[in-house]
């Protein structure tokens, strides 16, 4: 076969620029990667824009094309990996057909397959610890991810009370117990040295044990009966 050289110049050219169009819109994902890498590495404030083009292999200039600053970077990022799917992830609820027990169950779990387990959850603990110091982001971080993730939460449990599968109970309470292990996790994973260390935690077990806990306080005798995944079983 010839070379590109001698190929014909309309043709030649019409390659290229289909070449070019292909770059120009992986380009975006590939800018989101490199951020979502630098941001779980070495924090947002000391992530700087220019890194995050040199990791996607283009220039300053082209991420600013995409994204006016970073602040609108980060912002990307998290719809991106985090609040995009709460669509989908409220879809699955709806089309849930178990018993609540067996959705909360689900629903922890999943969370850890999805985005616990992996680098997206750095993005949490980034705003854990950076969090007071960029207002901005730490208020966009809440309105767009932890708002609808409690309200996801919340509906689970009222599901179960509407049910008669669990008591009634202090929602505004009980959603954060629901969370409050899922964050333990996630400091687990990017500071273990915080929790005990890497070998002192199976995430699985974990969270059988957490929903146990959850559960067996929260459900009524009907409830119980309902969840096949009870301790023991």
């Not at 954060?176 to 899922?182: E, I, Q, S």
Request: aromatic share 8%.
């Amino acid at each position: 076969m010839g070379s590109s050289s001698s190929l014909p110049c309309r043709l030649r050219d019409a390659m290229t620029g289909a070449k070019r169009a292909r770059r120009k819109e992986a380009r975006p994902g590939e800018l989101l990667q490199a951020a979502l890498d630098l941001f779980v590495e070495k924090g947002f404030a000391a992530t700087r824009s220019e890194d995050v083009a040199a990791r996607a292999g283009v220039s300053k200039g082209t991420l600013f094309l995409y994204f006016g600053s970073k602040e609108e970077l980060f912002k990307a990022v998290v719809t991106e990996n985090l609040a995009g799917h709460f669509t989908e992830w409220n879809q699955e609820f709806e089309s849930f057909e178990g018993s609540s027990p067996e959705m909360l169950r689900y629903a922890l779990n999943t969370w850890w397959q999805r985005v616990g387990s992996t680098q997206v959850s750095g993005i949490s603990k980034l705003m854990m610890s950076e969090g007071r110091n960029f207002p901005e982001l730490s208020a966009f971080y809440h309105q767009s991810v932890v708002a609808p993730g409690n309200a996801l939460v919340r509906r689970i449990l009222e599901r179960g009370i509407a049910r008669g599968e669990f008591r009634a109970m202090d929602l505004d309470q009980a959603v954060h117990a629901v969370v409050a292990p899922l964050l333990f996790m996630i400091l687990w994973k990017h500071a273990p040295e915080v929790c005990g260390g890497t070998a002192a935690l199976d995430p699985t077990r974990y969270l059988a044990a957490q929903a146990d806990l959850l559960l067996h306080g929260m459900c009524t005798r009907q409830g119980l009966a309902a969840d096949g995944g009870a301790a023991g079983s």
